[in-house]
């Protein structure tokens, strides 16, 4: 059973500061991971996904790693900005083909001050 | 392009009733798939539907059922509601080409209270 771990729970950080959001999984016969980001009583939006072949994958300010070997994944944002604050989820499936839904994280709750 | 959206918002039920929750999946997505988010948590998977057939569930009592129609949206019934029912409930849909590898679309969920 795929279980998903993600640290820290919460982060407050002064505007412009680099971070790193860190997640980890049990599973490592994955084929892709995504992280997602919700706001406040929100759904969720999809950053990146990172296909198992990937070792990382970029969007803006947003790049996103993958270590199957050690079931690892993290989320680097750069140059923080208030706007970035919300709760940021990642996911892995459950199993190879899909059907089986992902299993997220309970997120990394993220406040950039300005 | 419309994007993923439920109905209704926000939805108030007390213990023992039933519901329906609907979803409507972005143009262009063949797989609807449900998630159950209580407050504090990560979304826990509910099921999944291809062409109208489910086909993969996750840890949930019979009394979570659901359909996808023709045009692939989709309806989530909950019978016999017990108060941990209480959660965003969020609808998601994806272009199945292959196992693995579609990105999920979320809708802005269903917040359901039963009292």
């Known amino acids: 059973k795929q279980e998903v771990t993600q640290i820290p729970a919460a982060l407050s950080v002064p505007e412009g500061e680099n971070l790193v959001l860190n997640c980890s999984f049990t599973d490592s016969a994955i084929y892709n991971l995504q992280w997602f980001r919700q706001d406040p009583g929100k759904g969720l939006t999809s950053l990146l996904l990172?296909?198992?072949?990937?070792r990382e994958q970029t969007s803006g300010r947003l790049n996103a790693s993958l270590d199957k070997s050690s079931g690892r994944s993290t989320l680097y944002i750069a140059a923080s900005q208030p706007g970035d604050s919300a709760t940021y989820l990642c996911a892995a499936p459950n199993s190879g083909g899909g059907a089986d839904g992902l299993t997220f994280g309970k997120g990394t709750h993220l406040i950039i001050q300005p | 392009e419309t994007g993923v959206t439920q109905s209704p918002t926000h939805l108030i039920k007390t213990r023992g009733q039933q519901v329906t929750l609907r979803c409507s999946s972005q143009s262009g997505h063949n797989t609807v798939s449900w998630y159950q988010q209580a407050l504090g948590q990560g979304p826990q998977f509910i099921f999944q539907?291809?062409?109208?057939?489910?086909?993969g569930r996750g840890n949930f009592p019979p009394r979570f059922s659901g359909l996808q129609f023709p045009n692939y949206s989709s309806e989530l019934n909950v019978n016999a509601l017990e108060l941990d029912d209480s959660a965003l409930y969020l609808c998601a849909s994806s272009f199945r080409r292959a196992a693995g590898n579609e990105k999920l679309f979320f809708g802005s969920g269903t917040q359901l209270s039963v009292l």
């Open positions: 539907y291809y062409r109208e057939e489910e086909n």
């Open positions: 990172i296909q198992s072949s990937q």
